[in-house]
């Protein structure tokens, strides 16, 4: 038996690429060839808050200092830019060490998990059932050009990705532009750096468009609300208790944007 | 603004549907439509282990009390059926309790968590670069014919989850035909509920095959592992880590299997 992986380390793939070469035996119409392709790297990054080790993800080794923010802010560990103290990441190990002024996390939240469904992270401290979120009252319209429009964007620049593997893309757009863009291989991961590059350069999200390529979970929903983003798209569906948070919150849920259509699930007078 | 949804449970949408009636305004071809949808329903299931608290999971609500069986394998907290001295599920509460003869789990294993990337659950005690377990040996051998024709199968059974809502699916199968198929918003539950009903049902799995629909990351690959399945397929790509880990562990990894084409990135000596 060949030994056919080389996906550790070396010359040729380096520690943070995105994506990276493996060998792999293609058979096609009954034939056989040796050949060499690239797959998504899966990268573990462990997250320390005020010296203690709270998390490891694993994601796509790209924005590590905005997915750690991202992270902790989604979690409620964090509430602003301001409270980081420091804020440092060791590629080669694979750490992100986060200090603010808020001091360490009780066992007891630490404790309390939930974990979730998604195309993406998934665990979460906390729980969706507790949610007692004020209502998005942004009164942002969107057009449905826009929304078909930013979408094809989103697409032409998720390509390269989508090619290597099907990572997950998320976006923070205005109404005609895509502001920011980020890819992972979790789609929880992909919304996190968003919101912690918009944090870490203070940028305003509660005026904004978040577009994801993944399901739109109750998760997902949840991080978009807590930053107060009026509106969510997506190519594809909702969940049920995706689309009843995003009615619970007043927050303007579209999916199954393909071609010259899309599906408002919630909160339609934003579309106009 | 007309309050669009009816996604809590009624008359018509039973608690333990799998799929839910919505109601959706369509934007098509510059024309409106107010019509009824249906989305899949993400469903929390907390389980409770020896009165003990552990996890929420998101889910498709079937086969619950497989995914807690297979849940607490997959995280090492269970090692087989004999194990278990009561189960139960509270379907309208979403609570499954699970008595074992083990005992409660220390809070440090609580504590360290790895939090995945996985279109899937995605959270885990266990930590991917601890892993030392055993190669998988079994000298099961599979011909590429039957390889592309269980998929063929594993498409076709997929195809009204996939309509109504993009769900992932995972099958068991031995080298001709599908033996178990399960769904489940998340690609992890799909596979725990797959595992804990060949567990409580006494199913040998390590001369099978299992096929998912799902990315194969390196914690889909440490779920097969642990249970010393010889060969895992999927339509979809690998992760580096999850190749890695197939080949570590001995376990031959076939991805993307479409049409009349495949990819083996790891022991490839047992596809004939």
Redesign the interface.
């Known amino acids: 038996?060949?030994?056919?992986?080389n996906?550790?380390p070396d010359e040729t793939n380096n520690l943070t690429d995105e994506i990276?070469r493996?060998s792999?035996?293609?058979?096609?119409?009954?034939e056989l060839q040796d050949y060499e392709?690239f797959?998504?790297?899966?990268?573990?990054l462990t997250i320390i808050l005020n010296d203690q080790e709270l998390?490891?993800?694993?994601?796509?080794p790209s924005k590590l200092k905005q997915l750690a923010v991202g992270f902790l802010y989604s979690e409620g560990l964090l509430q602003s830019g301001d409270e980081i103290r420091n804020l440092t990441v060791d590629e080669p190990r694979g750490i992100a060490r986060v200090s603010t002024d808020t001091g360490q996390v009780d066992?007891e939240t630490?404790?309390k998990?939930?974990?979730?469904?998604?195309?993406?992270?998934?665990?979460s401290f906390y729980?969706?059932?507790d949610i007692t979120g004020e209502k998005v009252t942004s009164d942002l319209r969107v057009k449905?050009g826009d929304i078909l429009s930013l979408v094809r964007d989103f697409q032409h620049h998720s390509e390269i990705y989508r090619a290597?593997?099907?990572v997950h893309s998320a976006a923070l757009c205005d109404n005609e532009n895509i502001l920011l863009f980020t890819e992972?291989?979790?789609?929880h991961?992909a919304l996190d750096k968003i919101f912690g590059e918009c944090m870490l350069d203070d940028i305003s999200v509660d005026d904004k468009i978040i577009v994801s390529s993944?399901?739109i979970?109750?998760?997902m929903l949840l991080k978009v609300a807590r930053r107060k983003v009026p509106v969510i798209v997506s190519k594809?569906?909702?969940?049920?208790?995706?689309?009843?948070l995003a009615?619970d919150l007043g927050i303007t849920l579209i999916g199954y944007v393909r071609g010259?259509?899309?599906?408002?699930?919630?909160?339609?007078?934003r579309?106009v």
Chains 1, 2 share one sequence.
Not at 39 to 44: F, I, N, T, W
Not at 113 to 123: D, E, K, V, W
Not at 236 to 243: E, F, H, K, R, Y
Request: proline residues 2%.
């Open positions: 038996m060949t030994r056919l992986i996906t550790q990276v493996t792999v035996r293609r058979f096609k119409d009954d392709d797959v998504a790297r899966e990268y573990p998390v490891t993800l694993l994601c796509t066992s630490m404790h998990r939930f974990i979730t469904s998604g195309c993406g992270r998934g665990a729980n969706a059932t449905t290597t593997g099907g992972d291989i979790g789609r991961n993944g399901r979970s109750s998760e594809s569906a909702p969940t049920d208790l995706g689309i009843k009615n010259k259509r899309m599906n408002v699930y919630t909160e339609n007078w579309v």
